[in-house]
Protein backbone atom coordinates (compact mmCIF):
# COMPACT_ATOMS: atom_id res chain seq x y z
CA UNK A 1 0.00 0.00 0.00
CA UNK A 2 0.88 3.45 -0.99
CA UNK A 3 1.59 5.56 1.81
CA UNK A 4 2.65 9.47 2.28
CA UNK A 5 3.62 11.52 5.25
CA UNK A 6 4.06 15.39 5.47
CA UNK A 7 6.47 16.72 7.86
CA UNK A 8 7.40 20.12 8.12
CA UNK A 9 4.42 22.39 9.31
CA UNK A 10 4.42 25.08 12.24
CA UNK A 11 3.84 28.26 13.09
CA UNK A 12 5.98 31.30 11.04
CA UNK A 13 5.58 34.74 11.48
CA UNK A 14 4.30 36.55 8.31
CA UNK A 15 7.59 36.89 6.13
CA UNK A 16 9.25 34.05 7.16
CA UNK A 17 9.88 30.16 5.56
CA UNK A 18 9.17 26.68 5.90
CA UNK A 19 10.06 23.72 3.83
CA UNK A 20 7.50 20.62 3.91
CA UNK A 21 8.13 17.46 3.09
CA UNK A 22 6.47 14.44 1.71
CA UNK A 23 7.88 11.06 1.88
CA UNK A 24 6.18 8.24 -0.22
CA UNK A 25 6.74 4.59 0.31
CA UNK A 26 5.14 1.33 -0.92
CA UNK A 27 6.70 1.58 -4.94
CA UNK A 28 8.25 3.61 -7.02
CA UNK A 29 7.45 7.13 -8.37
CA UNK A 30 9.51 8.84 -10.19
CA UNK A 31 6.92 8.57 -13.50
CA UNK A 32 4.26 10.13 -11.16
CA UNK A 33 3.02 13.66 -10.46
CA UNK A 34 3.40 14.78 -7.01
CA UNK A 35 1.41 17.53 -5.95
CA UNK A 36 0.82 19.81 -2.93
CA UNK A 37 -2.75 21.01 -1.95
CA UNK A 38 -4.10 22.99 0.92
CA UNK A 39 -7.50 23.55 3.01
CA UNK A 40 -7.99 27.01 5.19
CA UNK A 41 -10.54 26.77 7.46
CA UNK A 42 -13.95 27.10 6.49
CA UNK A 43 -12.50 26.61 2.72
CA UNK A 44 -12.28 24.15 0.29
CA UNK A 45 -9.62 22.11 -0.73
CA UNK A 46 -7.16 24.57 -3.17
CA UNK A 47 -4.24 23.24 -5.51
CA UNK A 48 -1.04 24.77 -4.61
CA UNK A 49 1.84 23.11 -6.72
CA UNK A 50 2.87 19.78 -8.75
CA UNK A 51 5.42 18.09 -10.65
CA UNK A 52 5.80 15.90 -13.21
CA UNK A 53 7.75 14.14 -15.43
CA UNK A 54 10.63 13.36 -13.20
CA UNK A 55 10.77 17.14 -12.57
CA UNK A 56 10.54 18.28 -16.02
CA UNK A 57 7.70 20.02 -15.70
CA UNK A 58 6.44 22.33 -12.32
CA UNK A 59 3.18 24.12 -11.93
CA UNK A 60 1.74 26.81 -9.26
CA UNK A 61 -1.48 28.20 -7.94
CA UNK A 62 -1.28 31.67 -8.92
CA UNK A 63 -1.17 33.10 -5.63
CA UNK A 64 1.75 30.99 -4.57
CA UNK A 65 4.04 31.93 -8.34
CA UNK A 66 6.91 33.45 -7.05
CA UNK A 67 7.27 32.58 -3.31
CA UNK A 68 6.32 28.89 -3.44
CA UNK A 69 9.30 25.97 -4.97
CA UNK A 70 8.18 22.42 -5.52
CA UNK A 71 10.86 20.21 -5.69
CA UNK A 72 12.07 16.17 -5.57
CA UNK A 73 14.39 13.67 -4.69
CA UNK A 74 13.59 10.74 -6.63
CA UNK A 75 15.83 8.59 -5.03
CA UNK A 76 14.51 9.18 -1.78
CA UNK A 77 10.71 9.40 -3.45
CA UNK A 78 10.48 12.44 -1.84
CA UNK A 79 9.01 15.98 -2.61
CA UNK A 80 9.34 19.67 -1.28
CA UNK A 81 7.31 22.65 -0.73
CA UNK A 82 9.39 25.72 -0.11
CA UNK A 83 7.60 27.91 1.17
CA UNK A 84 8.99 31.96 1.38
CA UNK A 85 7.38 34.88 1.96
CA UNK A 86 4.25 33.47 3.90
CA UNK A 87 1.45 35.44 4.64
CA UNK A 88 -1.59 35.00 7.27
CA UNK A 89 -3.74 33.66 4.19
CA UNK A 90 -1.49 30.95 3.72
CA UNK A 91 -2.32 29.15 6.75
CA UNK A 92 -3.95 26.22 5.67
CA UNK A 93 -3.68 22.29 6.10
CA UNK A 94 -1.21 21.35 3.68
CA UNK A 95 -1.52 17.87 1.65
CA UNK A 96 0.77 16.13 -0.35
CA UNK A 97 -0.56 13.55 -3.33
CA UNK A 98 0.35 11.27 -5.99
CA UNK A 99 -1.57 10.28 -8.95
CA UNK A 100 -1.81 6.89 -10.50
CA UNK A 101 -1.38 8.28 -14.40
CA UNK A 102 1.98 8.35 -15.91
CA UNK A 103 2.73 10.32 -18.81
CA UNK A 104 1.00 13.85 -20.63
CA UNK A 105 -1.63 15.68 -19.00
CA UNK A 106 -2.90 19.17 -20.17
CA UNK A 107 -2.46 21.55 -17.71
CA UNK A 108 -6.18 21.70 -15.81
CA UNK A 109 -5.27 18.13 -14.95
CA UNK A 110 -2.45 18.43 -12.30
CA UNK A 111 -4.65 21.45 -10.48
CA UNK A 112 -7.67 18.82 -10.26
CA UNK A 113 -7.82 17.25 -6.50
CA UNK A 114 -9.80 14.02 -7.65
CA UNK A 115 -7.17 13.07 -10.32
CA UNK A 116 -5.03 12.19 -7.36
CA UNK A 117 -5.08 8.50 -5.93
CA UNK A 118 -3.08 8.39 -2.65
CA UNK A 119 -3.12 11.58 -0.21
CA UNK A 120 -1.29 12.11 2.83
CA UNK A 121 -2.70 12.82 6.16
CA UNK A 122 -1.96 16.48 6.24
CA UNK A 123 0.52 19.14 8.35
CA UNK A 124 -0.65 22.02 9.80
CA UNK A 125 0.87 25.60 8.66
CA UNK A 126 0.22 28.67 10.66
CA UNK A 127 1.29 32.23 9.49
CA UNK A 128 0.38 34.89 12.18
CA UNK A 129 0.82 38.89 11.92
Known amino acids: QVQLVESGGGLVQAGGSLRLSCAASGGTFSIYTMAWFRRAPGNERQFVAAISRSGGSSYYAESVKGRFTISEDNAKNTVYLQMNSLKPEDTAVYYC??????????????????????WGRGTQVTVSS
Open 97 to 118: AIDGSPGYHVGSYYSTSWNYDY
